[in-house]
């Protein structure tokens, strides 16, 4: 009997139908032509050019919007980068008298982004790590395995769980997350795993990365779920019943018909993922500990950009201060924009040509 | 070669069931935070809730009593102003990139645009607006809280009423052009009526994602501890206070976090599930 190994089986993704309804190429020129000549016919040609240009107008102001934040930023954070320049990012300063790094001294004036882009690098990294495989799980169960009468409850309470704020995630953590680690999780993480130095023990308060992490991970799952399973669904159907119809379990059909072709699409999703969690705040200042410092510690206290941003900059002490708040500002603006254009255009990749859901 | 067969049979068997109890594992391990949530939020809120909350401002600490009041009716007034902002010029975005700019590289231009501006941190924004608005009008104020929260809603109204609009079929508005009516008037009488259910569905859910952002407004709006409605102040907004109560070291403070919370979730799932409702009935009724 012949073997079949399946994993050696190449789909190409087959055309998807255009929508034709949605793209004026696919009207016929006749149909144009008409529709062009009853739009002339009108004697109303100035308040029809006047509605569109007011229409034009509004949509250039998103662009305007965009350049407005940016050259602000970039403005108003002049001070700082001319006083530290790209050292900011990766420099820190050695304390005269304890010959110990200092990276955040407002007092002193020294300031560098260094433990805050550590900071927001560890813990969105552990975010990820602890939901993507969560994430994915959830959409392969509610697109190929779910009871038709448990698929629209699930998805529900996962757009909910997109739509509690920030702040509420914070509160939630601040008051049952962290002393759940702080009483259970961190003592035995410390014993297990304490010797490879991931796991310290010198904060007791349960704050610190870990915290931030698992906060993070929860709120970036609906958005990491709900993308995967739109392109989940953009693979054909053709593709999962030829599959079966080789003799695969399930399982095969969705590693190899489905996920297989969605990768792309799978990977835009959870970039799309790390961008809101470079970018999250009120829940991650609320458990982080904000203290500006590098430990390998997960346990340990830290601060991320956007948590110093939020503590420090009502009451900043000096304009440099500020500036340093600013660029620190600029950096997640110019991070998060490269992250969601990269991510957007994964996504686009994968899901252009079908129909696109509202969320 | 039979009973490796039958082995591999097996194997593949196990594999597709230890799959889909993985799968299965994923989704309770989601489900249950959101539950956990939830259900403390719930308890917590409803044990903290009563009728002072909404009728009391702020008192000192050490005092036990007092509301929210101020916060309630000044998040109101900043979302009213945001969505005076964001809702318009949102709308009108949408029209351009579904009516006037189809398939040009300007729309595809914006409709980018538009999606990136959603993913900048709602920080950033914050201080943005700050930059923007607080440092040239000299102090802290409602208005400048409303700007970032209009800010953060028209990309959200603005995409959603594109794919509202592009659901209109071309036959309704030719039926319009043919009977003579202005293009100005087909557009807003005709096509954005017809998809007028879904574009108000994706401004409250613009609503409802600004609703609960603390973020951008604690270097506008401020906070504020007693009573204001004057645009030109800083305003109190019930996120930023359950921010400021949450991170206070007393008991009474955290009770009114809790309650606040809860008063902010049962707006937030409203709306969510108004949406929802209307979505599944069918967006574009009585269209085609």
């Given at each position: 009997m012949p073997e079949i190994h399946l994993s050696q089986l190449q789909f190409e993704p087959e055309p998807v139908p255009q929508n034709g309804n949605c793209h004026l190429e696919t009207v016929s020129s006749e149909a144009a032509q008409v529709r062009e000549y009853l739009l002339s016919r009108g004697n109303s040609a100035i308040a029809d050019r006047g509605f569109r240009w007011l229409m034009v107008l509004c949509a250039l102001s998103i662009f305007g919007i965009v350049v407005l934040i940016a050259t602000e930023l970039v403005v108003r954070s002049k001070l700082a980068w001319g006083q530290f320049g790209l050292d900011f990012f990766y420099r820190a300063y050695t304390d005269t008298f304890t010959h110990k790094p200092m990276y955040w001294d407002p007092v002193n004036g020294h300031f560098s982004a260094l433990p805050f882009l550590y900071g927001t690098l560890v813990s969105s990294f552990l975010a990820l790590l602890l939901a993507v495989p969560l994430a994915i799980g959830v959409a392969v169960?509610?697109?190929?395995?779910?009871?038709?009468?448990?698929?629209?409850?699930?998805?529900?309470?996962?757009?909910?769980?997109?739509?509690?704020?920030?702040?509420?995630?914070?509160?939630?953590?601040?008051?049952?997350?962290v002393p759940l680690l702080r009483e259970h999780l961190n003592p035995w993480l410390i014993k297990g795993f304490g010797w490879t130095g991931f796991f310290g023990d010198d904060n007791p308060t349960g704050l610190g990365f870990?915290?931030?992490?698992?906060?993070?991970?929860?709120?970036?799952?609906?958005?990491?779920?709900?993308?995967?399973?739109?392109?989940?669904t953009a693979v054909p159907r053709s593709q999962r019943e030829a599959v079966l119809a080789l003799g695969a379990t399930r399982w095969e059909m969705i590693r190899v018909g489905v996920l297989r072709n969605a990768r792309i699409g799978i990977v835009g999703a959870i970039i799309l993922g790390l961008g809101r969690a470079l970018g999250e705040t009120m829940a991650v200042a609320m458990v982080i500990g904000n203290n500006p410092q590098i430990q390998r510690s997960l346990l340990a206290n830290g601060s991320t950009m956007s948590a110093v941003i939020a503590n420090e900059f009502a009451e900043a002490s000096s304009d440099l201060h500020l500036s340093a708040l600013m660029e620190l500002g600029l950096a997640l603006f110019i991070v998060t924009i490269i992250v969601n254009a990269f991510a957007r255009m994964l996504v686009w990749m994968v899901t252009r040509g079908t129909p696109s859901s509202v969320h | 070669m039979r009973t490796e067969h039958t082995f591999r049979a097996k194997i593949r068997a196990l594999t597709d069931g230890a799959a889909t109890g993985l799968a299965v594992l994923a989704t309770v391990l989601v489900v249950a935070p959101l539950v956990a949530i939830f259900v403390y939020l719930v308890y917590r809120g409803a044990v903290s809730l009563n009728w002072a909350f909404f009728t009391r401002n702020p008192v000192p600490v050490?005092?036990?009593?007092?509301?929210?009041?101020?916060?309630?009716?000044?998040?109101?007034?900043?979302?009213?102003?945001?969505?005076?902002?964001?809702?318009?010029?949102?709308?009108?975005?949408?029209?351009?990139?579904?009516?006037?700019?189809?398939?040009?590289k300007l729309a595809n231009a914006i409709r980018f645009t538009a999606d990136v501006l959603n993913g900048v941190p709602s920080i950033v924004m914050g201080?943005?607006?700050?930059?923007?608005?607080v440092v040239p009008q000299g102090h802290f104020s409602a208005f400048s809280g409303g700007v970032a929260l209009g800010i953060m809603m028209i990309p959200t109204v603005c995409r959603t009423t594109e794919e509202m609009?592009?659901?209109?079929?071309?036959a309704v508005r030719e039926a319009a052009l043919a009977l003579g009516v202005p293009n100005w008037r087909s557009v807003l009488?005709?096509?954005?009526?017809?998809?007028?259910a879904g574009i108000i569905t994706g401004c409250m859910l613009a609503f409802a994602r600004v609703a609960g952002e603390t973020a951008p407004l604690i270097f506008t709006a401020f906070g504020n501890v007693g009573w204001s409605e004057k645009l030109s102040e800083p305003i109190a907004a019930l996120p930023m206070q359950i921010w400021v109560y949450a991170t206070s070291p007393y008991d009474e403070?955290?009770?009114?976090?809790?309650?606040?919370?809860?008063?902010?979730?049962?707006?937030?799932?409203?709306?969510?599930?108004?949406?929802?409702?209307?979505?599944?009935?069918?967006?574009?009724k009585g269209a085609s």
């Amino acid at each position: 009997m012949p073997e079949i190994h399946l994993s050696q089986l190449q789909f190409e993704p087959e055309p998807v139908p255009q929508n034709g309804n949605c793209h004026l190429e696919t009207v016929s020129s006749e149909a144009a032509q008409v529709r062009e000549y009853l739009l002339s016919r009108g004697n109303s040609a100035i308040a029809d050019r006047g509605f569109r240009w007011l229409m034009v107008l509004c949509a250039l102001s998103i662009f305007g919007i965009v350049v407005l934040i940016a050259t602000e930023l970039v403005v108003r954070s002049k001070l700082a980068w001319g006083q530290f320049g790209l050292d900011f990012f990766y420099r820190a300063y050695t304390d005269t008298f304890t010959h110990k790094p200092m990276y955040w001294d407002p007092v002193n004036g020294h300031f560098s982004a260094l433990p805050f882009l550590y900071g927001t690098l560890v813990s969105s990294f552990l975010a990820l790590l602890l939901a993507v495989p969560l994430a994915i799980g959830v959409a392969v169960f509610l697109t190929e395995m779910c009871p038709r009468a448990l698929r629209a409850p699930l998805a529900f309470i996962t757009e909910l769980l997109a739509a509690i704020p920030s702040v509420i995630y914070g509160l939630w953590a601040v008051f049952v997350l962290v002393p759940l680690l702080r009483e259970h999780l961190n003592p035995w993480l410390i014993k297990g795993f304490g010797w490879t130095g991931f796991f310290g023990d010198d904060n007791p308060t349960g704050l610190g990365f870990l915290a931030a992490g698992i906060i993070l991970a929860i709120m970036i799952l609906p958005i990491i779920s709900s993308l995967t399973r739109e392109v989940m669904t953009a693979v054909p159907r053709s593709q999962r019943e030829a599959v079966l119809a080789l003799g695969a379990t399930r399982w095969e059909m969705i590693r190899v018909g489905v996920l297989r072709n969605a990768r792309i699409g799978i990977v835009g999703a959870i970039i799309l993922g790390l961008g809101r969690a470079l970018g999250e705040t009120m829940a991650v200042a609320m458990v982080i500990g904000n203290n500006p410092q590098i430990q390998r510690s997960l346990l340990a206290n830290g601060s991320t950009m956007s948590a110093v941003i939020a503590n420090e900059f009502a009451e900043a002490s000096s304009d440099l201060h500020l500036s340093a708040l600013m660029e620190l500002g600029l950096a997640l603006f110019i991070v998060t924009i490269i992250v969601n254009a990269f991510a957007r255009m994964l996504v686009w990749m994968v899901t252009r040509g079908t129909p696109s859901s509202v969320h | 070669m039979r009973t490796e067969h039958t082995f591999r049979a097996k194997i593949r068997a196990l594999t597709d069931g230890a799959a889909t109890g993985l799968a299965v594992l994923a989704t309770v391990l989601v489900v249950a935070p959101l539950v956990a949530i939830f259900v403390y939020l719930v308890y917590r809120g409803a044990v903290s809730l009563n009728w002072a909350f909404f009728t009391r401002n702020p008192v000192p600490v050490g005092e036990s009593g007092g509301g929210m009041a101020n916060s309630i009716v000044g998040s109101a007034i900043l979302l009213g102003v945001g969505s005076l902002i964001g809702i318009p010029i949102g709308i009108a975005g949408g029209v351009f990139l579904a009516e006037f700019g189809r398939g040009t590289k300007l729309a595809n231009a914006i409709r980018f645009t538009a999606d990136v501006l959603n993913g900048v941190p709602s920080i950033v924004m914050g201080i943005a607006v700050y930059s923007l608005v607080v440092v040239p009008q000299g102090h802290f104020s409602a208005f400048s809280g409303g700007v970032a929260l209009g800010i953060m809603m028209i990309p959200t109204v603005c995409r959603t009423t594109e794919e509202m609009l592009l659901m209109v079929p071309n036959a309704v508005r030719e039926a319009a052009l043919a009977l003579g009516v202005p293009n100005w008037r087909s557009v807003l009488a005709i096509t954005v009526r017809t998809a007028s259910a879904g574009i108000i569905t994706g401004c409250m859910l613009a609503f409802a994602r600004v609703a609960g952002e603390t973020a951008p407004l604690i270097f506008t709006a401020f906070g504020n501890v007693g009573w204001s409605e004057k645009l030109s102040e800083p305003i109190a907004a019930l996120p930023m206070q359950i921010w400021v109560y949450a991170t206070s070291p007393y008991d009474e403070w955290h009770r009114l976090a809790w309650a606040g919370a809860l008063v902010l979730i049962v707006l937030i799932v409203l709306a969510v599930s108004l949406v929802r409702y209307v979505t599944s009935r069918g967006v574009l009724k009585g269209a085609s």
